[in-house]
């Protein structure tokens, strides 16, 4: 809050005070003297005085230019030396006179009189106003002809707080030179001196000769200064527990008085005097305005526990800070967790105002809060230029509103800031830390007030949720009181058991008739295992009977409480029924079910039907049929299955028999491939669904309640029926059921079209193998007779002797149908693989033999290739094999060597390792193979490289390992990109027991 201001008038705070003493920014302005001006020795007089006036940053303040003496006055320890005192003192309180020289009695008496009359009058009131002016009037026309009081304010600002002039009308020009000439603290010269270093000031004369060169060289201050005749100044700070509170200006326009070291030392007691009357009013318009404060907080502390709703709040807190701190606009906002405002009182701003503050705070034109919103911080803002430095992109809104200090309070709570508090003032303003501490406290108040209401809303939200969740979510809850042995179950709780919907009192126990044997035997004892043990808290799922007899599976939760003897007196819970939850799990688990059996029976889906229909018949119907769709387009029923094993054999009995009415579902649904959904089945419809008296005794006995067939379709084709009924205390059949049913459809019609397709690709893949096998036999005939000509053209061209360009292309044509024979050798390798025909013809090899024999008929692809070839074989191994596919073996891998090794050393060894097996290494340093493609090398027409590049159909290493694998034996490949293979061939030397 602003501290009072104080007037020249006589009355205490009723008269106005002097029209200009506030700017427009709101800071109070202090009288000072004049700008500084240095002067030297040689300066002008004029200069001379406005230095005197103005200068005081030494310990000695002298008047330059005057000609006249100075003497030394004590001041506190300090001295300063001040121009001689005039021959007279002018006149006192009691008109004695001061004589120069020492003081005589009648001085020393009227100096003592005026100090006690002084004293007398400042400690009359406690109302600093009251004390100021009182200063002022005791020191005019007694002590000078003009004085200021200029204080200190908590800001650090100086405000003129009251003044005096022997002529009243000269009072507003000297407000007036507060206003046009501000003094700062700390200033070098002037008020602003003594204020900064709490040391008095003292000028004896002022020439007036000088003071007229001056104001002709235009300086205006000393032009109001002459205008208010000062002919001598003192200056004595208000001083008062080591701190500063202000400064007293006198000023002498009388010719007979000037101001000396006597009336310095007056001053500075008359001061020190004032400065602890000014200190003891301060004090006590703080211990009241604590008060006031105080009784305030208490009484709004009081209104907002009243209030229960976040408009209730706001309310309050507008009501009160509108009153508190005068802000002509006031605005309580509140901030969602997703940082947008919502405005909940706005006083005294415009209607289009809502808009703006209902904008994110993120975005352009949105409300103040981004410094607010993060930290438990408030923004002061004492004109209106300093908000619009602080928040720019508000400039336009702020200006909008006029002038003046603002304030943002964010409403700090426990947790986050619950909104922000908006002030405005009409004028520009200093906060005192009073103020601001007091309005902090109202916002932190209000912000718990609000926590307390949501709390509140929530809290009644909650409760009205819980009671409709109660009400309409199967929910009941129950209470055992075991001193009275009365067992109490709500409306709720009684509907669920098919009892009446009203609250129950009964005998212990007697909530176990309804618990479903098989389950009464587990909760029993848990039953009466918590009524002995406390506290403890339980939690059970288990079913119930209905009085109706329909099953319903609930889920209860309780907790036993002790009595004052530490024994447990009460058992309470709730119990909530999850029969929908315990269907879709059932539900759930037979579609999971039924595709574990469906994958098992891939190649045969008729043979998992059965079980498919049990399934679904143990889950969540009574009963289960299959049909499926004949080429005649007639339905054959395939399975059966009931939960009655009675039952069931009966029906298994009449799969055979014909007696299916045109009514019946299965037939429709067949017919017209849509679902068909019966529930309740009257007895007209059930009528219908027989056509012969043995079906319809079959049907009397299954006595279904709810009927679902569902059409079997794939490809737009439908394969069959599956149909689902139940019957007796098993609940009918609903929507959900009919989703579920339509997906374990879909599962079965998908199984069985793959098995179809299956069979389809197994058949296509023997004709292929066969046709494989056709084709190599048949090509192999012409290729033989091929080579056998080949033989003899080229004996005939060498029994000629003719050789040349000839012999060169019979050479080439050749070596193309050898390529191609071994062609047509693996496809029909690969076609005996396929067809389990590879037979192994085992004797007594020698491997290192077999080996040799294939590196010399391979030996001129290593010649093409250019690689040099090493061999590491030992002199002999033997072992059972066949030797035409090792040799078929070591011929791929060496083939392989010298294709992707070409300009490189391959490396073949051979030996025995320590369980006894052969093994052949075939090490090349080529191209390497990539890891990805290592998993899949040795499958059928798998490649490692572009066959852009490289020939082959990717056969030899499929064949290579299957007739390793008929060997009983391994191939292992080890190989990095760019670093070459090495394919290890390990072989038992002995067939396999098996």
């Given at each position: ?352 105002a809502l808009g703006h503050f209902t904008r994110h705070p993120g975005e352009e034109g949105g409300p103040p809060t981004a410094r607010q919103d993060s930290r438990h911080e408030a923004g002061w803002f004492a004109s209106l230029e300093e908000f619009i430095a602080q928040h720019p992109q508000d400039a336009q809104f702020a200006r909008s509103l006029g002038p003046g200090a603002r304030a943002v309070v964010p409403l700090w709570g426990e947790t986050r800031v619950r909104g922000l508090l908006l002030l405005a003032w009409p004028e520009s303003r200093a906060f005192s830390s009073s103020e601001r501490a007091f309005l902090e406290a109202l916002a932190h108040q209000c912000a718990q007030a609000l926590e307390r209401a949501s709390l509140y809303e929530a809290l009644r939200e909650r409760t009205e949720r819980l009671r409709q969740a109660l009400v309409t979510g199967d929910v009941g809850t129950w209470r055992l009181d075991l001193r009275r042995g009365q067992e109490v179950r709500d409306a709720a709780l009684n ?500």
């Amino acid at each position: 809050m602003p501290e009072p201001s104080h007037e020249p008038a006589s009355e205490p705070s009723s008269e106005p005070r002097p029209p200009s003493l506030l700017t427009e920014e709101g800071a109070t302005n202090e009288l000072r003297l004049s700008e500084a001006a240095p002067v030297g020795a040689g300066a002008e007089a004029a200069s001379g005085l406005a230095y005197a006036l103005r200068e005081d940053d030494t310990v000695a303040v002298t008047v330059m230019g005057m000609g006249e003496a100075a003497e030394n006055v004590p001041s506190g320890g300090r001295t300063r030396e001040v121009s001689p005192p005039s021959p007279s003192m002018s006149q006192t309180v009691d008109a004695a006179a001061a004589m120069p020289g020492a003081a005589s009695p009648l001085v020393e008496e009227g100096r003592f009189a005026f100090l006690a009359r002084a004293g007398e009058a400042l400690a009359s009131s406690l109302d600093e106003p009251t004390v100021l002016r009182q200063l002022a009037d005791l020191v005019v026309p007694g002590l000078a002809d003009c004085c200021a009081v200029d204080l200190l304010t908590a800001d650090g600002t100086v405000v003129r707080r009251a003044a005096a002039h022997k002529d009243p009308a000269r009072v507003c020009d000297v407000y007036a030179l507060a206003e046009r000439w501000p003094v700062q603290v700390n200033d070098p010269r002037g008020v602003g001196r003594v204020l900064g270093t709490g040391e008095p000031f003292l000028l004896s004369e002022v020439s007036e000769a000088r003071l007229d060169e001056a104001v002709a060289a235009g300086d205006l201050l000393l032009a109001e200064l002459r205008r208010l005749e000062c002919r001598s100044v003192m200056r004595v700070p208000l001083e008062v527990r080591g701190r500063v509170l202000g400064c007293l200006s006198l000023i002498s326009s009388a010719p007979d008085r000037r101001y000396g070291a006597r009336e310095l030392e007056l001053a500075r007691e008359l001061a020190r005097r004032a400065g602890l009357s000014l200190d003891n009013a301060l004090l006590y318009g703080e211990a009241r305005q604590a008060q006031a404060r105080t009784a305030r907080l208490q009484a709004v502390t009081a209104a907002l526990s009243r209030a229960a709703t976040e408009d209730a709040v706001a309310q309050v807190l507008a009501r009160e800070v509108w009153e508190a701190s005068g802000a002509m606009r006031v605005a309580v906002l509140g901030l969602e967790e997703d940082g947008r405002l919502r405005p909940l009182r706005l006083l005294g701003y415009p209607d289009d105002a809502l808009g703006h503050f209902t904008r994110h705070p993120g975005e352009e034109g949105g409300p103040p809060t981004a410094r607010q919103d993060s930290r438990h911080e408030a923004g002061w803002f004492a004109s209106l230029e300093e908000f619009i430095a602080q928040h720019p992109q508000d400039a336009q809104f702020a200006r909008s509103l006029g002038p003046g200090a603002r304030a943002v309070v964010p409403l700090w709570g426990e947790t986050r800031v619950r909104g922000l508090l908006l002030l405005a003032w009409p004028e520009s303003r200093a906060f005192s830390s009073s103020e601001r501490a007091f309005l902090e406290a109202l916002a932190h108040q209000c912000a718990q007030a609000l926590e307390r209401a949501s709390l509140y809303e929530a809290l009644r939200e909650r409760t009205e949720r819980l009671r409709q969740a109660l009400v309409t979510g199967d929910v009941g809850t129950w209470r055992l009181d075991l001193r009275r042995g009365q067992e109490v179950r709500d409306a709720a709780l009684n509907h669920m058991l098919g009892l009446p919907a009203v609250e129950s009192t009964n005998d212990m126990g007697d909530f176990l008739q309804y618990v479903h044997p098989d389950d009464l035997a587990m909760l029993e004892p848990e039953f009466v295992r918590h009524q002995l043990r406390a506290p403890a808290v339980f939690e059970q799922e288990f079913r119930l009977v209905r009085r109706d007899g329909g099953i319903r599976w609930v889920h209860s939760v309780g907790q036993s409480l002790t009595g004052p003897d530490g024994k447990v007196a009460f058992v309470t819970g709730a119990m909530a029924d999850i029969t929908r939850r315990k269907e879709a799990e059932e539900r759930l688990q037979l579609l999971l079910d039924a595709s574990r059996v469906l994958a098992l029976r891939l190649d045969d889906v008729e043979q998992a039907l059965p079980e498919v229909a049990k399934l679904v018949a143990n889950h969540v119907a009574t009963g289960c049929l299959v049909d499926l769709a004949e080429p005649d387009g007639t339905l054959r029923r395939v399975t059966v299955a009931h939960r009655v094993p009675a039952l069931e054999a009966r029906m298994r009995a009449s799969l055979t028999e014909p007696g299916r009415g045109p009514g019946h579902p299965a037939l429709q649904c067949f017919a017209s491939g849509e679902v068909c959904f019966v529930a309740p089945l009257d007895a007209p419809r059930c009528l219908g669904m027989s056509a012969s008296d043995a079906h319809r005794d079959l049907m009397d006995s299954l006595a279904p309640t709810s009927v679902l067939s569902v059409p079997l379709r794939s490809r737009g084709r439908t394969l069959g029926v599956i149909t689902l009924f139940t019957a007796g205390a098993q609940r009918m059949l609903v929507a959900a059921d009919v989703t579920m049913a339509e997906e374990l459809a879909l599962r079965l019609s998908v199984a069985l079209e793959n098995a179809r397709l299956f069979h389809d690709a197994q058949s296509a893949v023997r004709l292929r193998d066969e046709f494989l096998s056709v084709a190599s036999h048949e090509l192999k005939t012409p290729l033989t007779s091929l080579i056998l000509q080949h033989n003899l053209i080229g004996r005939g061209l060498e029994v000629a002797g003719l050789t040349g360009p000839v012999t060169t292309r019979l050479a080439t044509a050749q070596r193309q149908v050898l390529r191609l024979t071994a062609l047509v050798d693996n496809l029909l390798d690969v076609s005996r693989l396929s067809l389990g025909k590879l037979v192994l013809e085992r004797a007594e090899v020698d491997l290192v033999q077999v080996t040799r024999d294939a590196v010399e008929r391979t030996s001129d692809l290593f010649t093409q290739a250019k690689c040099l070839l090493r061999l590491e074989l030992p002199r002999t191994l033997t072992g059972q094999w066949d030797a035409l596919r090792l040799d078929q073996v070591l011929v791929n891998l060496l083939t392989n060597a010298a294709k992707y090794g070409a300009g490189c050393p391959v490396s073949v060894r051979a030996g025995l390792n320590a369980e006894d097996e052969a093994w052949v290494e075939v090490s090349d340093a080529g191209i390497g193979i990539e890891a990805d493609a290592l998993p899949r090398l040795f499958g059928r027409f798998e490649r490692a490289v572009s066959d852009r590049h490289y020939g082959g159909m990717g056969l030899g290493l499929y064949i290579s390992r299957q007739i390793v694998e008929a060997l009983g034996g391994r191939i292992d490949v080890d190989s990095q990109p760019g670093q070459g293979a090495t394919f290890t061939l390990r072989l038992p030397r002995a067939p396999p027991t098996s």
